[in-house]
DNA sequence: CATGAATGAGAGTTCATTCAT
DNA sequence: GATGAATGAACTCTCATTCAT
């Protein structure tokens, strides 16, 4: 089976790597340059894809900003996988907080990838991208809700919003004051929130 | 005396109230369809000027949209100044977050205004609109931190970025979600919070 | 009558005194920036007249180009009455070349002032302002033509186009070399020349 | 073969075939027009080339009149080379008088191109097509001023900018007069100059 | 499947000219 | 006459999308 697998790929690359790789640079571009200011090209060169082989794989820029969704989502999803290998639900989310405030360096300049595109994607009607945002927030909202209900904490979605906002509030708050200590203090802030639950 | 006014202003209005309509407008419809998918002819439209006529009043769309920046920071000086006026520096915070609740309609459907702003002008460096974004947000943060202090609280400054980060966290998942609750929800904790600091 | 004048123009300037002035300022600015990027509202600066008010004394703008033609030929008036004070005419002409080298700062930059504008709207069909700059350079060429029939020499027109043909060569070289020497050098070697020729 | 070529070119043809017609276009229109007169879109109706396309070939207006300058600087080769093939160096500039005047059906409508060119763009600061230009017409002189040197001549450098400074001041008399004869009878003067010159 | 090239619909901006007082 | 403001046509440039090989 690799033996095919190789032969395909000795000289071409299979079709998904390069999808992939298309997935992988719309997220990262599109994260630092907003949807609007990001241009197919742009992608194309980020991902060493011509620029006429884009509409190969994806048929818009809109297919395209969805496949960046994706990336995100993707993304969250091996985060939490690797969170839900902590026994205690209270330090799962610990372990959430301490990795947003860990990736301080390209959210405090960008903010955070899936807040800044949903923001952006709101303020248009067509397309339904703004739903598939809400979507990846959502995968969020419930794995963090989740764990308060593990936790044993009453009203676990009403939680849920309160971390997630403040997770939203301080990106938002680091980068538009330009100040990353914003992200730590606040950081801290929710971990001894979180410390000071009580236990079931 | 006002008919004189009237008079003179029937046919010809003063320049500054154009300047000022566009003003208003470039805030409005920036804030509902974001820099990007604003054209210079959208925000026309709304004012009833005409697109040349734009130019006169100002130079570049960079331009309009530190005009919709500043007309933001007008209109919160407005909501401060209003609120300035209750003796109790808890009250005035409460009236901050009911005042946002309340507006909710427009922000559940478009954001936080300066918020989304800021997060748009984030990503581009040129121009230093980015900043200015944050010279607003700064107004904001500065007087909640005033009213903290006020409130013999510990760490003001602290708080603040607490308080104005809720509020912009909660406002982009009321947008991401399209769940106008959540600003209700989040604001009802935010005023619960409030009330259950300690006076002095 | 001067009372009358005075009267007028102690308070409000004479209407002929802006007129002059856009005329003067039409042919300085256009001949620093030439014509097609020149605009009303840069004479108008230049001569401290609010752009409104252009129009009243020049009707479009190729009337203020047509001034500025004006201007060119009646600063070579000036010129000429002056050297038509020399009693010989070989000293006239090496006058006039050293005029012009003299004035190489300003030429040096920004070539011929006639020269430059003649090729400028030699390029253009309509309005016959083409027609008008040609006549102003037929005035210099009449002038040195007479000079040389002054002295006796055959063929006073092939010379005159020689010596003013040098003129603008020069000019348009020490422009694009951006090298102000060309001018010098060849301002010699034209004096040596017309010291060359035999009297009568 | 040559059907081979054609059964290709048929249909489409070669990139840098577009670029050139481009740039052949853009140096004929901007010597008739001007630069400031010149559109891209007359360029790319002459080129018969969309034009949305012409960015494609050229991103700016600034590097398709760049083009233009190589082009003519182009042209100077294709005619100095020819002249090369000459043995004597006198007939080679007498050659060279003579291509100009034989031209003189453009010239005498639209200037020197490269002169013409190089004084439009000494008006402006920006961009450095002035020196652009200025370089254009060094390729000029040093070929002439080498003729002038293999002829013995002491000052070759002198001589070559008398002589092209001969060409560019008759060019540009022919057009402002509107008198072909002009470039004939100059024409005819600098050969008699050339003749006139001793050998060695 | 791959790819350079093509296309055309706007967008921002400038400016000569005109208007209303 | 004087003046700030108004107007609209034109221009340069961008870019998502499609085409032809």
């Given at each position: 089976m690799s033996q095919v697998a190789d032969s395909k790929g000795s000289r071409?690359?299979?079709?998904?790597?390069?999808?992939?790789?298309?997935?992988?640079?719309?997220?990262?571009?599109?994260?630092?340059?907003?949807?609007?200011?990001?241009?197919?090209?742009?992608?194309?060169?980020a991902a060493d894809v011509p620029v006429g082989n884009v509409y190969y794989y994806y048929?818009?820029?809109?297919?395209?900003?969805?496949?960046?969704?994706?990336?995100h989502a993707r993304q969250l999803g091996l985060l939490t996988d690797r969170l839900?290998?902590?026994?205690?639900?209270?330090?799962?989310?610990?372990g959430?907080?301490?990795?947003?405030?860990?990736?301080?360096?390209?959210?405090?300049?960008?903010?955070?990838?899936?807040?800044?595109?949903?923001?952006?994607?709101?303020?248009r009607a067509e397309g339904g991208l703004d739903v598939a945002a809400g979507k990846v927030i959502r995968l969020l909202l419930d794995w963090v809700e989740r764990q308060f209900r593990d936790l044993?904490?009453?009203?676990?979605?009403?939680?849920?919003?309160?971390?997630?906002?403040?997770?939203?509030?301080?990106?938002?708050?680091?980068?538009?004051?330009?100040d990353p200590t914003v992200m730590t203090r606040e950081g801290d802030r929710l971990i001894a929130w979180l410390d000071s639950l009580p236990a079931r």
């Open positions: 071409a690359e299979t079709a998904s790597a390069k999808r992939q790789r298309l997935m992988i640079s719309a997220a990262q571009v599109v994260h630092q340059q907003g949807v609007e200011r990001t241009t197919i090209a742009d992608i194309a060169r048929k818009t820029k809109d297919d395209l900003v969805a496949a960046a969704l994706t990336e839900d290998q902590l026994p205690d639900p209270r330090e799962r989310l610990k959430l907080v301490a990795a947003w405030v860990s990736q301080g360096d390209l959210a405090a300049q960008y903010g955070c990838p899936t807040g800044t595109l949903a923001a952006e994607l709101d303020k044993g904490q009453p009203d676990p979605d009403g939680l849920a919003l309160t971390l997630v906002g403040a997770y939203q509030g301080m990106s938002l708050l680091t980068n538009a004051l330009r």
